[in-house]
């Protein structure tokens, strides 16, 4: 999540000796440290970070609120020497409260600067940023330039790169995302560059360009495995050979099983290499592919096979089997499943007639479906869906808001999973523990919050510590929320935190700084126009005729529409629910109940943090492979994975999150063992065929005579498999017509 400036100082000042002058004129390239004083434009203006203006950014006093403060009309005065002792006037201590607002100086919040580093803080306890020297494009003349993209290199929406030929721009700000490789990605397409005219003048001889700079090896696999909890699971990845750097092209593979295909997929592209400064690249997507199978028997053996770049067969009987001389990559292996895991056999007895359909038409492939054929599809297509994606589904369920809303302190109605909270998290503990939480968290919230899912904190039957697994959760989530809303200071400033210890100062902003006292901003709706979410969820516009906003709001510090309409979805079975009224994140139960909610998300080949807690996840070899443990390590992974993780040393909001966890571990009792992975420095990122990455979502079927169909598939999309009636919205979004 975004890291955003929370100290404040509540400073009194005891006498100062008043000198008015003309204060300097401020100047591009010039370096000014925190609290120094330029004049620009006939006003005064303070810095309030250390920084550099560098040529070209346009960082001037005026139009940079974030890096400075504007001090009143510039007018010199004459010095006047005071011929009297001044008295210093009294300082008034204000008694602090646990809920009350912060006094009105804020440190600046220059997140939006990408690249912004602390590098230490001024006398306000205020940070000091180092801002790196920002790549200024040059603005185009005549015809369209653009420097190489270079995938090193930091980009903000408007820059301009070429990339093979072709000329780019930014639509947000962007590092090593590869220019062409997605048309939902953070580029747009402008067109081919033009040729130029060259010049003929005498230069000296130039060394021969060196061709493209090679990745280092990557490597291929195909394997089938049995895991201890049942099935088979096929895993494969091309590093080499014809298949590679063909990132648009729909490489479809089979999985096979005792010579009946299983599974149809195409590959998912991974991008592996390394380009060079003049766009050239070397071997730099690879693709793979995963899937589970899980119509296993216990202790039988089976001949399994995957099939990569399958080709036709020829129409003669009987049906030749797939091999290696009709598949583009062919790889057979004999595998014998765990006795008592998979599906056991079924005991000899009458068999019951199987129960036939009557009320589900039959269905041509590549015709408009009805409503009812639709259904009946989305049926058939996720019935012998993996265990693992039924157990998401029962992990979100929800109850009805009435039942919540009546959900209280001790309440004897109270669901049986809020009592269990109450047990370990009675209300003076929770006051204890989040010592200068703003007032729209309260208790009542927070159980509120709790009971709308009841898995969380549930009552296992299979012998599991229901207890145990609850106060891991907890501590887990407190530590996240610490990160997310913490005041994270040290200073006297009028609530309390000089007595407070970091890791108590949870739940203290509501919403992010910059929106909660300007309701007219509208923030986070560059999501809103691109061309798949935008048209998925449509964002509703308010009388100004800008979007709702979509900031940072809650104990998640929810942002973007994506977001709030997947958790509306679950919260009501309408996304809209809260794209129309996003308050509700702040203003409600909902605040708290975000964070809930993203314990139990799943969104493969991630797990849900849940189900690395109670065990539901087991790590696979991929997931092995990349460092994945069942660990608060990994929950970081799923909560920031991209931003803190893989870095090979812990970021400094790794190390909050880490500190965070072990008091709340503490103060709770859970456990915490010496060689648990509390970090993620040095975790890759989940990937597929990891043991969350299944089958959760609805998305076009590329098979052949497969229009108007879709398919499972394990990456995200707007439509889940779990989600009843989801098929036909897939079916009328993709191939733009109207299921009746």
Same mark, same amino acid.
């Given at each position: 999540?975004?890291?955003?400036?929370?100290?404040?100082? %509540?400073?009194?000042?005891?006498?100062?000796?008043?000198?008015?002058?003309?204060?300097?004129?401020?100047?591009?390239?010039?370096?000014?440290?925190?609290?120094?004083?330029?004049?620009?434009?006939?006003?005064?203006?303070?810095?309030?970070?250390?920084?550099?203006?560098?040529?070209?950014?346009?960082?001037?006093?005026?139009?940079?609120?974030?890096?400075?403060?504007?001090?009143?009309?510039?007018?010199?005065?004459?010095?006047?020497? @005071?011929?009297?002792?001044?008295?210093?006037?009294?300082?008034?201590?204000?008694?602090?409260?646990?809920?009350?607002?912060?006094?009105?100086?804020?440190?600046?919040? #220059?997140? *939006?600067?990408?690249?912004?580093?602390?590098?230490? $803080?001024?006398?306000?306890?205020?940070?000091? $940023?180092?801002?790196?020297?920002?790549?200024?494009?040059?603005?185009?003349?005549?015809?369209?330039?653009?420097?190489?993209?270079?995938?090193?290199?930091?980009?903000? %929406?408007?820059?301009?790169?070429?990339?093979?030929?072709?000329?780019?721009?930014?639509?947000?700000?962007?590092?090593?995302?590869?220019?062409?490789?997605?048309?939902?990605?953070?580029?747009?397409?402008?067109?081919?560059?033009?040729?130029?005219?060259?010049?003929?003048?005498?230069?000296?001889?130039?060394?021969?360009?060196?061709?493209?700079?090679?990745?280092?090896?990557?490597?291929?696999?195909?394997?089938?495995?049995?895991?201890?909890?049942?099935?088979?699971?096929?895993?494969?990845?091309?590093?080499?050979?014809?298949?590679?750097?063909?990132?648009?092209?729909?490489?479809?593979?089979?999985?096979?099983?005792?010579? !009946?295909?299983?599974?149809?997929?195409?590959?998912?592209?991974?991008? +592996?290499?390394?380009?060079?400064?003049?766009?050239?690249?070397?071997?730099?997507?690879?693709?793979?592919?995963?899937? !589970?199978?899980?119509?296993?028997?216990?202790?039988?053996?089976?001949?399994? *096979?995957?099939?990569?770049?399958?080709?036709?067969?020829?129409?003669?009987?009987?049906?030749?089997?797939?091999?290696?001389?009709?598949?583009? #990559?062919?790889?057979?292996?004999?595998?014998?499943?765990?006795?008592?895991?998979?599906?056991?056999?079924?005991?000899?007895?009458?068999?019951?007639?199987?129960?036939?359909?009557?009320?589900?038409?039959?269905?041509?492939?590549?015709?408009?479906?009805?409503?009812?054929?639709?259904?009946?599809?989305?049926?058939?297509?996720?019935?012998?869906?993996?265990?693992?994606?039924?157990?998401?589904?029962?992990?979100?369920?929800?109850?009805?808001?009435?039942?919540?809303?009546?959900?209280?302190?001790?309440?004897?109605?109270?669901?049986?999973? #809020?009592?269990?909270?109450? !047990?370990?998290?009675?209300?003076?503990?929770?006051?204890?523990?989040?010592?200068?939480?703003?007032?729209?968290?309260?208790?009542?919230?927070?159980?509120?919050?709790?009971?709308?899912?009841?898995?969380?904190?549930?009552?296992?039957?299979?012998?599991?510590?229901?207890?145990?697994?609850?106060?891991?959760?907890?501590?887990?989530?407190?530590?996240?929320?610490?990160?997310?809303?913490?005041?994270?200071?040290?200073?006297?400033?009028?609530?309390?935190?000089?007595?407070?210890?970091?890791?108590?100062?949870?739940?203290?902003?509501?919403?992010?700084?910059?929106?909660?006292?300007?309701?007219?901003?509208?923030?986070?709706?560059?999501?809103?126009?691109?061309?798949?979410?935008?048209?998925?969820?449509?964002?509703?516009?308010?009388?100004?005729?800008?979007?709702?906003?979509?900031?940072?709001?809650?104990?998640?510090?929810?942002?973007?529409?994506?977001?709030?309409? @997947?958790?509306?979805?679950?919260?009501?079975?309408?996304?809209?629910?809260?794209?129309?009224?996003?308050?509700?994140? *702040?203003?409600?139960?909902?605040?708290?109940?975000?964070?809930?909610?993203?314990?139990?998300?799943?969104?493969?080949?991630?797990?849900?943090?849940?189900?690395?807690?109670?065990?539901?996840?087991?790590?696979?070899?991929?997931?092995?492979?990349?460092?994945?443990?069942?660990?608060?390590?990994?929950?970081?992974?799923?909560?920031?994975?991209?931003?803190?993780?893989?870095?090979?040393?812990?970021?400094?909001?790794?190390?909050?999150?880490?500190?965070? $966890?072990?008091?709340?571990?503490?103060?709770?009792?859970?456990?915490?063992?010496?060689?648990?992975?509390?970090?993620?420095?040095?975790?890759?990122?989940?990937?597929?065929?990891?043991?969350?990455?299944?089958?959760?979502?609805?998305? +076009?079927?590329?098979?052949?005579?497969?229009?108007?169909?879709?398919?499972?598939?394990?990456?995200?999309?707007?439509?889940?498999?779990?989600?009843?009636?989801?098929?036909?919205?897939?079916?009328?979004?993709?191939?733009?017509?109207?299921?009746?």
């Amino acid at each position: 999540m975004k890291n955003r400036m929370r100290l404040f100082a %509540g400073a009194a000042l005891l006498g100062a000796v008043v000198t008015a002058y003309a204060a300097p004129a401020w100047q591009e390239g010039a370096t000014y440290t925190a609290g120094t004083v330029v004049s620009y434009n006939g006003q005064d203006y303070t810095a309030l970070v250390t920084h550099t203006a560098y040529a070209g950014t346009g960082w001037n006093p005026a139009a940079s609120p974030t890096l400075w403060k504007s001090s009143g009309s510039s007018t010199p005065t004459t010095v006047v020497t @005071p011929t009297a002792t001044l008295t210093p006037t009294a300082v008034i201590t204000p008694t602090p409260t646990p809920i009350s607002k912060p006094t009105p100086y804020q440190c600046p919040v #220059v997140s *939006a600067i990408p690249g912004a580093v602390i590098t230490g $803080y001024d006398q306000n306890g205020c940070a000091i $940023y180092s801002i790196p020297t920002p790549t200024v494009q040059p603005t185009p003349t005549s015809a369209p330039t653009a420097s190489n993209w270079d995938k090193a290199a930091t980009y903000t %929406g408007g820059q301009r790169v070429s990339y093979n030929g072709q000329l780019y721009e930014a639509k947000w700000w962007t590092q090593g995302d590869v220019p062409g490789a997605s048309e939902w990605g953070p580029w747009k397409l402008l067109g081919a560059l033009p040729t130029p005219t060259p010049t003929v003048t005498p230069t000296p001889p130039t060394p021969t360009p060196t061709g493209p700079v090679l990745p280092p090896p990557i490597p291929s696999w195909t394997t089938i495995s049995a895991p201890a909890d049942g099935g088979l699971v096929f895993s494969w990845q091309l590093g080499s050979g014809p298949y590679i750097n063909k990132q648009n092209s729909a490489l479809a593979w089979l999985a096979i099983v005792d010579g !009946r295909d299983v599974h149809s997929g195409t590959a998912s592209w991974t991008f +592996k290499g390394s380009c060079a400064s003049n766009g050239l690249c070397g071997d730099s997507y690879v693709p793979s592919g995963g899937y !589970r199978y899980i119509q296993t028997t216990g202790g039988s053996t089976y001949k399994a *096979a995957i099939c990569i770049d399958p080709k036709p067969i020829p129409a003669v009987m009987p049906v030749p089997p797939r091999d290696a001389s009709n598949c583009g #990559v062919f790889f057979e292996q004999t595998v014998t499943v765990p006795p008592q895991m998979g599906i056991s056999p079924t005991p000899t007895a009458t068999p019951l007639p199987s129960p036939t359909p009557t009320s589900a038409p039959s269905y041509t492939p590549g015709t408009i479906p009805s409503k009812a054929q639709a259904d009946a599809l989305e049926v058939e297509l996720t019935k012998d869906a993996p265990a693992y994606v039924k157990l998401v589904k029962e992990t979100q369920r929800v109850i009805d808001d009435s039942i919540v809303d009546q959900v209280a302190p001790l309440a004897a109605t109270n669901p049986d999973n #809020v009592k269990r909270v109450e !047990r370990i998290v009675p209300a003076a503990r929770f006051d204890y523990l989040f010592a200068i939480r703003n007032a729209k968290y309260s208790y009542s919230n927070f159980l509120k919050a709790v009971a709308k899912f009841p898995a969380f904190c549930q009552t296992y039957s299979d012998g599991r510590n229901s207890d145990a697994i609850c106060s891991k959760l907890l501590a887990t989530m407190f530590a996240h929320m610490v990160q997310e809303t913490g005041a994270n200071t040290t200073w006297l400033d009028g609530i309390g935190a000089i007595d407070t210890p970091k890791w108590r100062q949870g739940l203290y902003w509501v919403e992010e700084v910059a929106y909660q006292n300007n309701p007219n901003l509208s923030g986070y709706t560059d999501s809103c126009g691109d061309p798949y979410w935008g048209k998925i969820w449509t964002c509703p516009k308010r009388a100004d005729g800008q979007y709702n906003s979509y900031h940072g709001r809650g104990a998640h510090q929810l942002t973007h529409h994506y977001n709030y309409a @997947p958790f509306s979805k679950v919260l009501y079975g309408d996304p809209n629910v809260l794209l129309q009224d996003p308050k509700r994140v *702040a203003d409600t139960w909902l605040n708290l109940a975000s964070s809930v909610f993203f314990m139990l998300e799943t969104q493969p080949p991630k797990p849900a943090m849940i189900h690395v807690i109670d065990g539901s996840w087991v790590p696979n070899a991929v997931d092995q492979a990349n460092g994945l443990t069942a660990s608060f390590g990994t929950t970081i992974n799923i909560i920031n994975g991209g931003f803190e993780c893989s870095k090979g040393a812990e970021t400094s909001q790794a190390q909050n999150r880490i500190y965070a $966890y072990q008091n709340f571990a503490q103060e709770l009792g859970v456990p915490v063992a010496a060689n648990e992975q509390l970090g993620c420095a040095s975790q890759k990122q989940f990937s597929e065929g990891g043991a969350a990455s299944f089958p959760l979502y609805w998305d +076009k079927d590329w098979g052949w005579q497969r229009d108007y169909m879709c398919k499972p598939v394990n990456y995200q999309t707007g439509f889940r498999t779990i989600s009843k009636g989801d098929y036909a919205k897939c079916v009328e979004f993709i191939w733009n017509v109207q299921v009746k």
